[in-house]
């Protein structure tokens, strides 16, 4: 398996950064492994060596039988069992060299199954406290919601107080009886009231919205919303004249203009 490979293994349990961290480490480990080719060659050579072995007792009995050494062959064999103990004290030292690395690397397999543990461990700690900060995020949009319907009430309370004497200067209206919140034909209509300008009824239709600088999508939910609730109120009061209207806070140049060509009043508070 290559890194990549077991990053990818891995990224099923930890996160992306721990899953790498922890790639790295094992691959590094396992490449740093007595490879089997080696042991593989150990094993032919100590082979070798036995069948060497096996030769030269064969060739020293031969010789014992025959009588026929000399000097000369005597010297050979000495020699090549002198080859013989240099080869073994060489496999000697090999194996010592491949127990002291297996040693080195059962001390790594412990640092990193004490590494593994760690992070098991900070992953256990960054959940903790994920799963708090999501509590707390939860927490934060109950309590702006709240907020917000708050302020959605205080600013329609002011609306129904003051709208009526702004409607009296800028429009010639005169409010019939208070505005008030009510539901028409399923509809929950934030502001409502009946009103006379020359001798006809106008009647107020509006919504609030605490800003009004949304982007087009929110402009364009903001008017048909408006625009259901005029309907509502025209099916259930036939042939009246209707004046839509929007409360804000503040609106944006913008949105000013685009409610001027629907034919939509927008009231901002600091006109009261």
Known sequence: MNKAEMTQRLERAFPTEQAGVLAEVIYDAYDALVKASDFSELKATVTELVEAQKR??????????????????????????????????????????????????????????????????????????????????????????????????????????????????????????????????????????????????????????LRLDMRSAERQEVFEQLERKVAAVREAYPGQEIMPVLITHYARPAFLQEAQARGVQVFQSFEW
């Not at 007792?57 to 020699?79: C, G, I, M, P, S």
């Open 56 to 209: 030269t007792e064969q060739r020293v009995a031969e010789l014992a039988e025959a009588q026929k050494h000399t000097d000369q062959r005597v010297a050979e064999l000495a020699e090549a069992q002198k080859h013989t103990d240099q080869r073994v004290a060489e496999l000697a030292e090999a194996q010592k060299r491949t127990e002291q690395r297996v040693a080195e690397l059962a001390e790594a397999q412990k640092h990193t199954d004490q590494r593994v543990a760690e992070l098991a461990e900070a992953q256990r700690q960054t959940s903790d406290q994920l799963r708090d900060l999501i509590g707390v995020v939860r927490g934060l949009a109950t309590e702006v919601g709240s907020l917000s319907r708050t302020m959605s009430y205080s600013l329609e309370n002011e609306a129904y107080r003051l709208l009526p004497d702004l409607l009296r200067r800028n429009f010639g209206l005169e409010i019939e009886q208070k505005l008030v919140r009510t539901e028409i034909n399923g509809e929950e209509i934030n502001l409502f009231g009946r009103a006379r300008r020359n001798g006809q009824t106008v009647l107020i239709v509006g919504e609030s919205k």
